[in-house]
């Protein structure tokens, strides 16, 4: 099945420590995002990618970096520097931005827990 | 920057009732994408519809429908028929023609009853 693919769905890790999240997909989309959300809240942009080897932040990059060497993938790496860490992180992939807009397709996401 | 305002509370929904959930948002682009994502409490992202700013007609999928009002900046999600299985979170979202990167409203609860 075509789709996208988040991993682990559930990370725990001590503060002060480096983590990377997972996020692969098989739908032949350009365009990779990472969205974070708190409870009881919208989703926030950190990085996006629109081709490989290239990204952006988004709207909340600080403390976070990412990589995009092959296409069906998108890693993101919590780092130390990023102050409040425990928070849901959802991965989406769309068709390229030279259209117009598509609908992004979302992972299952991961719950980042720093204790 | 584009903005999108969702401040409705938590909504109780009699089950095989209509809910309309509301959407603003605010742009200078012309050239712009309306979604609406459901969320249930195990997180995963279900889009359900897409509007286009210059779709001439609201848009419908099954028993989700979107009355777009383009001169109030407003597009409202219409769940007809309500079933148990309704009961999420439920965002709207934007996108620019030539970007794809969405920006979410903080949502809306609903929850259906029996």
């Known amino acids: 099945d075509g789709g996208i693919t988040q991993s682990p769905k559930y990370l725990f890790r001590k503060e002060g420590q480096n983590v990377t999240l997972s996020c692969e997909q098989n739908?032949?989309?350009?365009?990779m995002y990472w969205y974070r959300q708190d409870p009881g809240q919208g989703l926030r942009l950190i990085y996006y990618?629109?081709?490989?080897?290239?990204?952006q932040k988004g709207d909340i990059a600080e403390g976070y970096s990412v990589s995009r060497e092959k296409k069906e993938s998108f890693p993101l790496t919590v780092t130390s520097a990023q102050k409040n860490p425990t928070a849901f992180y959802l991965c989406?992939?769309?068709?390229?931005?030279?259209?117009?807009?598509?609908?992004?397709?979302f992972g299952q996401g991961t719950r980042l827990t720093v204790v | 920057a584009q903005k999108i305002t969702q401040t409705q509370p938590g909504m109780f929904v009699q089950e095989k009732e209509a809910v309309t959930l509301d959407c603003t948002y605010d742009?200078?682009?012309?050239?712009?994408?309306l979604f609406w994502y459901k969320q249930p409490s195990s997180g995963e992202m279900i889009f359900l519809i897409y509007?286009?700013?210059?779709?001439?007609q609201n848009a419908t999928e099954g028993r989700y429908s979107l009355n777009f009002q383009k001169a109030r900046k407003s597009a409202n999600l219409v769940i007809s028929a309500s079933q148990l299985g309704d009961s999420a979170m439920y965002f709207c979202?934007?996108?620019?023609?030539?970007?794809?990167?969405?920006?979410f409203g903080k949502g809306n609860q609903v929850v259906v009853i029996p």
């Open positions: 979202a934007m996108s620019l023609y030539g970007n794809n990167r969405l920006a």
């Open positions: 989406a992939s769309s068709k390229g931005a030279d259209r117009a807009p598509s609908e992004a397709f």
């Open positions: 990618s629109q081709i490989v080897n290239d990204f």
């Open positions: 509007q286009g700013s210059y779709d001439q």
């Open positions: 739908l032949n989309h350009d365009a």
């Open positions: 742009t200078s682009d012309p050239s712009y994408g």
